[in-house]
């Protein structure tokens, strides 16, 4: 008797809780049923309050974009290496981080040999502008020599008017006058010889004043390369602290000492999957953002394509399988403005792949979702519901890909209740 009784307490319990379940969902039900009509009736007196707008749908220019990763960098950077051949560093001129201009010296070798051989070629050459000097002297007052001499060898021509007989007299003066001239020939002779030599000296003074010269010129040009300038206008970035005075490169050697990063506008550098490049040329236009700097776009356009693969392995877990190599190809993409972006920031690209002008809709004017969408647009002087197919959004707007024409009318910002057939002439 107990049992049956603790039973029939069960059950009945069991009803109650079955009851209440059904009593609270049906208030529920009640309630949603209240609200809808409740947002039904307001959203009738909004229609009926609110005025009706019409518009035209209008041609809109919607993109089609492929969205890619990449890193900002310098444009370029020059890499200076050592050079064994010229010695060892005398003295680096810049630091790590320093903004150096175009011709700005960097760092210098060790020339102490060639300055003493340039010294040397110096000396050499002023000595010989001294002989050259010299020699241009002595050739003057040796011309000057043989001038007079000549003047004082021309015969006496004055005739005399003494009848008297001088025969003897004459003769023993012709005999004088003939060794006085010929005495004066051999000055002459030898003065004309030491000319001649003392010209000769000449042109062998000039030619070592030559010989110096372009031998100075030569060393001063080498000194000149032992001091090694910037090509380029940039920031000192990669300095290499093990390398200071008193280094010296190893014959052979590929040793980079520093880089110039340039200071021409920043670039962007990534890779390219071959899907990507099949749709991503040079041209196109990019809109950047980076995840280091919140709420920024910059715009800029590809630069280039490269059109040569690089390679890389994926890796594989199956030992027995074959590693697979996939291609990949380098881009570069140059920015209208850089400001807020820096070297090294890891970037986000939309490439614009596709431009079209369609035509298009306010997204207000479109209800419902999925592949039922649709407006209400005017019919003979009323509101009917006309079916479309949706495109892309282009911020407030939405393409419109079949249902509409340019010459259609349609409410602008339609309320959930519409009444259709409503004449708009009421």
């Known amino acids: ?14 009803r109650t809780s079955r009851q209440k379940k059904w009593i609270l969902l049906g208030i529920l039900v009640l309630l949603f049923i209240s609200v809808m009509l409740s947002i039904a009736v307001i959203e009738v007196k909004k229609s009926k309050s609110k005025p009706l707008v019409l518009i035209n749908p209008t041609e809109k220019n919607f993109t089609k974009t492929k969205t890619v990763s990449g ?26 981080g320093e903004t150096v201009t175009k011709g700005q010296k960097l760092f210098s070798y060790e020339g102490s040999t060639v300055a003493a051989e340039l010294g040397q070629v110096e000396v050499n050459k002023k000595l010989a502008e001294t002989s050259v000097t010299q020699m241009k002297e002595q050739i003057t007052s040796l011309e000057q020599d043989i001038r007079e ?21 004459t003769d023993t003066t012709d005999a004088v006058d003939s060794a006085n001239i010929a005495t004066k020939a051999i000055t002459i002779q030898s003065l004309q010889a030491e000319l001649n030599k003392a010209k000769a000296e000449l042109r062998t003074a000039e ?50 000492i520093m ?10 550098e990534g890779k390219l999957t071959e899907v990507e490049k ?7 236009s990019i809109t950047v953002t980076s995840k280091v700097v919140a709420n920024k776009k910059w715009k800029g356009k590809i630069a280039e394509v490269s059109d040569y693969p690089t390679y890389k392995t994926t890796a594989n877990k199956d030992k027995d399988t074959q590693q697979e190599t996939i291609p990949y190809y380098s881009f570069k993409a140059s920015l209208d403005s850089q400001k807020g972006l820096y070297p090294g920031y890891y970037t986000t690209l939309d490439v614009v792949v ?25 019919k003979k002087g009323k509101i009917q519901k006309q079916k479309v197919e949706t495109g892309q959004n282009e911020g407030k707007w939405v393409a419109i890909l079949t249902g509409l024409k340019e010459e259609d009318k349609l409410e602008e910002n339609p309320s959930w209740i519409v009444r259709f057939g409503t004449s708009l002439f009421d």
């Open 71 to 96: 890193r900002v960098v310098q444009s370029h950077a020059e890499t200076i290496y050592l050079n064994a051949a010229k010695g060892s560093i005398q003295e680096i001129f810049v630091k790590e």
């Open 1 to 14: 008797m107990e049992t049956a009784k603790r039973i029939g307490i069960e059950n009945e319990q069991v």
């Open 354 to 378: 596709q431009s079209k002008q369609l035509l298009a809709v306010p997204e207000t004017s479109i209800m419902g979702f999925g592949k039922s969408t649709y407006v209400y647009v005017q």
């Open 259 to 268: 880089q110039i990063a340039s200071n021409d506008p920043f670039q962007i």
């Open 278 to 284: 099949a749709k991503i040329t040079s041209g196109q």
């Open 207 to 256: 030619l070592k004043v030559e010989k110096n010269t372009l031998q100075a010129e030569k060393l001063k040009a080498e000194l000149e390369t032992l001091t090694v300038i910037s090509n380029t206008a940039g920031v000192i970035s990669n300095l290499n602290q093990n390398v200071g005075q008193g280094f010296r490169a190893k014959e052979n050697q590929q040793l980079a």
């Open 149 to 169: 001499a000549v003047s004082t060898t021309t015969p006496d021509t004055t005739t005399t008017t003494d009848t008297t007989d001088t025969t003897d007299t």
